[in-house]
């Protein structure tokens, strides 16, 4: 539940709010994350109007307002704001008619004056609002930063993911969040990991006990938030299990409708996850740049046997010819 | 004084050995309850709310333990 004193809370300073009316109605949620400059509704047209948007008044909103016949202006005003209306917020510090204020301090809808011209106010608002209303979700895992490439680590309690991040960051990759990652969903597609706020650069490591990363190795080994770009599940080593052994098929997970690269890794005594994790991130970035090593090989192999050099591989034929 | 630190010992050394998966949710989060630092981080105070999944082969079993250290106030 996103309310009006959150937002004034979190970015009243940045987006320079003042609060003029309807101090009684600071607790009403926000429910959908647009604003709006009433134009056509404070004229009298109606149609589709909504009431649960944010009311921006600039300064045509205001000109016009005071045009109006004191009786008209209640009486349009009425009709353009209700019990519903999160909030109205009056730009460049124009003072706001006397009947608004009324009219917000009766509904309860607060009324906040800012010194921002409108469409930068409304640009910045809309932004920090899909923010706020964007999908998120936490689950359980390690996030590191490797080489530039955001690993999210999965796998069962216990199966060594704290150790892993740990080795990590030893060799100079950053955490961002231990055993919690809140994950949410960008504007653009792609997903951003943090931590939780109490336990954010923790981490619990059987037989020490929890340790604070930013404090031990210094604070260029952890980040607040990063960009998850693959997936690795680890899990213990399986003699029945069929693990991958070329890497041209690649799999993918689903993360809140985001498609992301996700390879599994087995682990046992003399398998360094560490080194493999550093791999795995270099060869993603390889992927990246345009040159996926098993492709390549393979492209190779097949000229070689094909006993035609230089011969265009067809893509269907690409893959274990 | 709520889920602190020997509390939360208590719950993951009590689900360490079990086979099922077992979920704390509070105030719409929910978490791993095998990790400590999870259990922590929802920094539940006393008499609140707690949601307890278990879902698993020893499931009852595992929910059994769990209700009785609650109960007991994890023999503090």
């Known amino acids: 539940m996103y309310s009006v004193q959150d937002l004034h809370e979190q970015h009243g300073g940045r987006l320079d709010f003042e609060l003029i009316a309807g101090k009684n109605g600071m607790k009403k949620r926000i429910k959908v994350p647009e604003a709006h400059r009433p134009g056509l509704g404070l004229s009298g047209f109606l149609k589709g109007y909504s009431y649960k948007r944010i009311l921006i008044c600039g300064r045509v909103e205001i000109e016009y307002i005071r045009d109006l016949e004191p009786e008209t202006r209640v009486e349009r005003l009425e009709a353009i704001l209700s019990a519903q209306t999160p909030m109205v917020i009056v730009t460049r510090r124009y003072r706001p008619p006397k009947e608004l204020i009324q009219i917000c301090d009766q509904k309860e809808i607060p009324l906040m004056r800012t010194s921002m011209a409108t469409m930068s106010l409304l640009s910045k608002l809309t932004m920090l609002l899909s923010e706020e209303f964007a999908l998120s979700m936490s689950c359980h895992g390690t996030l590191v930063e490797v080489f530039g490439v955001g690993v999210l680590i999965q796998g069962d309690s216990s199966v060594g993911k704290s150790e892993a991040a740990l080795g990590l960051i030893e060799r100079g990759h950053r955490l961002i969040s231990d055993d919690i990652v809140k994950i949410r969903k960008r504007e653009g597609g792609y997903l951003e990991g943090s931590g939780a706020e109490l336990t954010r650069h923790h981490m619990e490591i059987r037989g020490i006990g929890i340790i604070n990363v930013a404090n031990l190795y210094g604070a260029v080994c952890v980040r607040d938030y990063k960009s998850i770009d693959i997936v690795v599940k680890l899990e213990t080593w399986d003699d029945k299990n069929f693990y991958d052994r070329v890497g041209l098929d690649e799999k993918c997970c689903d993360i809140l409708g985001i498609k992301l690269p996700f390879y599994t890794l087995p682990v046992k005594p003399g398998r360094d996850v560490v080194l493999l994790l550093e791999t795995m991130a270099l060869n993603h970035r390889l992927k990246g740049m345009g040159y996926n090593s098993a492709k390549e090989f393979s492209t190779k192999l097949f000229e070689k046997i094909s006993g035609k050099p230089g011969k265009k591989v067809p893509k269907s034929e690409e893959a274990y010819n | ?76």
């Open chain 2, 1 to 76: 004084m709520g889920l602190h630190t020997r509390p939360a010992t208590v719950i993951v050394k009590l689900l360490q050995n079990c086979k099922s998966n077992v979920s704390f949710t509070y105030k719409r989060e929910t978490i791993n309850a095998k990790s400590i630092l999870s259990i922590l981080m929802l920094a539940a105070k006393k008499n609140s709310n707690i949601t307890i999944t278990v879902d698993g082969e020893d499931a009852s079993k595992v929910m059994g333990q769990l209700e009785k250290a609650f109960e007991t106030g994890f023999g503090e």
